[in-house]
């Protein structure tokens, strides 16, 4: 299946309401609108898609995340073995696929992804809906800090379906104040309040356990992205297309506050967003069908760059 931007899905697409009435001024009756009929003028974009059975799904989600490696790879992400994405299996909740160490961003599939559980091994999943197993790459190691991040997170956060980290420049960049980004645009309002974290510690490359859950916690029951002091950012999701959009927006985000803070230092005044607006604008755009579309354009791109070449996963 390719991964377009509108895959087949399995259930009737959502009807849209009307975005105005004779009694109700527009911008009211927006606020009645879910955040993904608010953004559509005219017919609503489709809901995340449903599937019929776990092994679609799983085709689906693992062409979602190969695709999602060539936008980083496209973006600049990529830094030696660093960086890794986690996507929870959708019909084992307590393992997840990640990428194979060493292999550039920019030529990842959907079948060089590797699935393993919380105790960090390698599974393979015989199951009723697939006719051989399907660990996927059985050829090279995951990331072992890369693992002990991603599973802390999973375990304590079974909302969490999918997380992004790599070394991208501008988040080591900002990271190195052990700050959280300050909203001082719209976009930057997407982390507003609970949804952004700080994790001010760092003991050097994650090989420990008892890290992994310090960063998971620091992260909070609500965080959706979060700054890592001395290393970069983390983004979570629903969906993988969630968790990689938040992640090249954040990394947007801490180049744009650094130039900020550059002319700010040449004595410019920096105006911020006032609580009640970032509020609002966090509440209209952070919904998670919403930020799965805003992911689309970019997944779209690199289906039609690279022929779809990245969607070669079958698991029957």
Request: with cysteine; glycine share 8%; net charge negative.
């Amino acid at each position: 299946m390719a991964p377009s931007a509108i895959p087949l899905i399995t259930e009737t697409l959502p009807t849209t309401k009307s975005v105005t009435t004779k009694d109700t001024k527009p911008s009211e009756s927006r606020n009645e609108l879910t955040p993904l009929q608010a953004i559509s003028q005219g017919v609503c974009l489709p809901s995340i898609p449903t599937f019929v059975s776990f092994a679609t799904h799983r085709t689906w989600l693992l062409a979602h995340m190969a695709g999602a490696f060539r936008v980083f790879a496209r973006k600049g992400f990529t830094e030696g073995l660093s960086g890794h994405i986690s996507v929870r299996d959708p019909e084992f909740p307590d393992r997840f696929w990640t990428n194979p160490l060493g292999r550039h961003f920019a030529l990842l599939k959907a079948s060089d992804m590797i699935c393993v559980d919380y105790d960090g091994k390698v599974c393979t999943l015989l199951n009723t809906d697939c006719l051989f197993p399907v660990g996927g790459n059985l050829s090279r190691p995951a990331n072992a800090a890369g693992f002990l991040i991603h599973s802390a997170v999973h375990k304590a956060r079974p909302d969490v379906h999918a997380a992004c980290h790599t070394h991208g420049k501008s988040g080591k960049a900002w990271s190195a104040f052990g700050r959280k980004l300050e909203m001082i645009n719209q976009d930057v309002t997407y982390f507003y309040g609970e949804a952004q974290g700080l994790y001010e510690e760092f003991g050097g490359i994650v090989f420990s356990e008892e890290e992994g859950k310090r960063l998971a916690k620091a992260l909070g029951p609500k965080g959706k992205g979060m700054v890592l002091r001395n290393h970069g950012l983390l983004t979570v999701g629903g969906t993988v297309d969630e968790a990689a959009y938040l992640y090249t927006l954040m990394e947007r985000s801490c180049e744009i506050q650094l130039m900020v803070e550059a002319a700010a230092a040449n004595g410019i005044p920096k105006i911020y967003v006032d609580d009640e607006a970032a509020a609002y604008t966090f509440k209209m755009a952070s919904d998670p069908e919403a930020l799965y579309w805003e992911f689309q354009a970019d997944l779209e791109y690199e289906q039609e760059a690279s022929g779809n070449i990245f969607d070669d996963y079958r698991a029957n």
